[in-house]
C-alpha cells in the first residue's frame, strides 16, 4: 500500500494545493523517503515525508509539517503560534478535499 503511485499523486496534489493557498516564506520542497519509525521532518524550505506510511499519514504529516514552514524556529517547538498556523493548514487541507472531491483518506484504514 505505501508506495502505491495513488499515495504519491495525493501528497504531491495537497502540497501544490498547499503551495498556492498558503504559501510558506519561499519554496517548499517535500521529500517521501524511508525515515524509520519517524512520521516526517522538516527545516525550512523541505519537508521529508515517510514514504512508507500510510496515504493518511502520509496527508496529515505533510499538514504539520506546514505549519513549521509557516512559522519556523530553530528547534521543534509547538507553540501558541505554531498550533494556530496548523489550525490553518488544516483548513486547507479540507479545502483541497473539498475541491478534488476526494473521500477523506483517513476513512480508508
Ligand atoms: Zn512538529
Known sequence: MPKTP???NYVRSLARFLRRSIPARG???VR???LGKHYGDSVPGMIWLNARA???SQCDTLVHEWAHQLVPVRR???TRE?????G????????WLAAYRIDD???EE
Open 6 to 8: 495513488e499515495t504519491k
Open 27 to 29: 519554496h517548499v520542497r
Open 32 to 34: 517521501r523517503v524511508n
Open 54 to 56: 500510510s496515504v493518511s
Open 76 to 78: 521543534v517547538e509547538h
Open 82 to 86: 505554531f498550533w494556530i498556523a496548523q
Open 88 to 95: 490553518k493548514v488544516y483548513q486547507q487541507f479540507l479545502e
Open 105 to 107: 483518506p483517513r476513512e
